[in-house]
């Protein structure tokens, strides 16, 4: 058991440009959220998986934003024509889904500034 | 729409202190509540989790209270140290379709030694 793993930790793009980030659940882990942090704010829900399908989108995933969860394993968010607004700490996690209440096991997150 | 507050937002103690976190949400309509630790620039931990059907859990010095008809749940800490500083988060799993976790934003929790 290795954890969750985010990469880039972090990331600097100019505004307009596209950005994509990778997150790798816990080997065996069936569940995978993003969610999305910004200074003194708790995590926002952006969407999840279930193995390969993605179940629910938050109204905060615009058309810029897409995930996607090959195979159900590792996952990727990718948002284009990057604005301001966007700047934030991008955080996955997984978990072995047990049921609504499952623990879950967070990445150490990928810090995106907009220029 | 299910809101969590967490008060304070900020609080300093000397360490061995006991203290309390508290957190209050506007749907009683709950699966669960879970209380995080994040420290700065990390992921969040998990530290407890309280059932619906449940009115507390305890793991070492940390215990969460749950009085879901009130919609309130605390952290009690005690005898606090200064490896305890980090923010603290609770979150809660709201019935009703949304499998999301609703965040608070957190108390920032300092010990001093």
């Known amino acids: 058991d290795t954890g969750v793993s985010q990469n880039p930790r972090h990331k600097i793009t100019k505004r307009g440009q596209n950005v994509t980030f990778r997150c790798d659940p816990i080997?065996?882990?069936?569940?995978l959220y993003w969610y999305r942090q910004t200074l003194g704010q708790g995590p926002e829900f952006l969407t999840y998986?279930?193995?390969?399908?993605?179940?629910?989108k938050s109204r905060l995933l615009s058309d810029r934003f897409s995930a996607e969860r090959p195979k159900g394993s590792f996952s990727t968010l990718e948002i284009q024509r990057t604005e301001q607004g966007d700047s934030a700490m991008y955080l996955c996690?997984?978990?072995?889904?047990?049921?609504?209440?499952?623990?879950?096991?967070f990445g150490s997150g990928t810090q995106l500034s907009v220029l | 729409k299910q809101e969590v507050t967490q008060i304070p937002a900020a609080l300093s103690v000397p360490e061995g202190e006991n203290l309390v976190l508290n957190c209050s949400f506007t749907?009683?309509?709950?699966?669960?509540l879970q209380w995080f630790r994040q420290d700065p620039g990390k992921g969040l931990t998990s530290l407890l989790l309280?059932?619906?059907?449940?009115r507390e859990q305890t793991s070492g010095r940390l215990n969460a209270s749950l009085d879901k008809s009130s919609g309130r749940s605390t952290l009690y800490i005690a005898a606090s140290q200064p490896g305890d500083s980090a923010t603290y988060l609770c979150?809660?799993?709201?019935?009703?379709?949304?499998?999301?976790?609703?965040f608070g934003k957190g108390t920032k929790l300092t010990v001093n030694p």
């Open positions: 998986f279930q193995n390969e399908a993605q179940l629910e």
């Open positions: 979150a809660v799993r709201t019935q009703g379709g949304s499998e999301k976790l609703v």
């Open positions: 080997s065996e882990h069936n569940r």
């Open positions: 996690a997984s978990s072995p889904w047990t049921g609504l209440n499952e623990k879950l096991f």
């Open positions: 749907d009683s309509a709950i699966y669960n």
């Open positions: 309280i059932q619906s059907s449940q």
